[in-house]
């Protein structure tokens, strides 16, 4: 498996499909895609017209879904060769991870949408690579290169 950096993601008409990306400056938008699991690190994501998939995020900005549904949510765990250089690359910094912010645009009540919800920990794909993993100084586990 291979992951770059880049600067921007289109995934379009995508059916029981693995995505892994590496870090993306800019925007992912996912078009009318269905049963996936998508493991994202980007700046934004939009989502339209698709369903009933797993989404791993870690993403700057609340993500925004728009006539879409059962899109469950978890927050992004995946190591790759070069994975810290490409988040430089991208400025994404381990700070704001709004994976579980999500705006949907066709639920505009106080609560909460029925169109997404989060992954149960105990469910959770985990893409970990252990080999590796360091503690930062903050005790975090993070990839290393």
């Given at each position: 498996?291979r992951?770059?950096?880049?600067?921007?993601?289109?995934?379009?008409?995508?059916?029981?499909?693995?995505?892994?990306a590496?870090?993306v400056?800019?925007?992912?938008?996912?078009?009318?895609?269905?049963?996936?699991?998508?493991?994202?690190?980007?700046?934004?994501?939009?989502?339209?017209?698709?369903?009933?998939?797993?989404?791993?995020?870690?993403v700057?900005s609340?993500?925004?879904?728009e006539?879409?549904?059962?899109?469950?949510?978890?927050?992004?765990?995946?190591?790759?060769?070069?994975?810290?250089?490409?988040?430089?690359?991208?400025?994404?910094?381990?700070?704001d991870?709004?994976?579980?912010s999500?705006?949907?645009?066709?639920?505009?009540?106080?609560?909460k949408?029925?169109?997404?919800?989060?992954?149960?920990e105990?469910?959770?794909?985990?893409?970990?690579?252990?080999?590796?993993?360091?503690?930062?100084?903050?005790?975090?586990?993070?990839?290393?290169?």
């Amino acid at each position: 498996m291979r992951c770059a950096h880049l600067q921007a993601h289109r995934l379009n008409n995508l059916f029981d499909t693995r995505v892994y990306a590496g870090a993306v400056s800019g925007s992912i938008q996912i078009d009318s895609c269905s049963k996936c699991q998508f493991f994202l690190s980007s700046r934004q994501i939009r989502i339209h017209e698709s369903c009933n998939f797993d989404l791993y995020l870690d993403v700057r900005s609340r993500p925004i879904i728009e006539n879409s549904s059962g899109i469950h949510v978890a927050p992004f765990q995946f190591c790759y060769e070069n994975s810290l250089v490409h988040r430089n690359l991208a400025k994404l910094d381990y700070g704001d991870n709004h994976w579980n912010s999500m705006q949907d645009f066709s639920w505009l009540k106080l609560r909460k949408s029925p169109n997404w919800d989060i992954i149960p920990e105990l469910e959770r794909f985990n893409l970990v690579d252990p080999v590796n993993l360091i503690q930062d100084s903050e005790n975090r586990e993070t990839c290393k290169e």
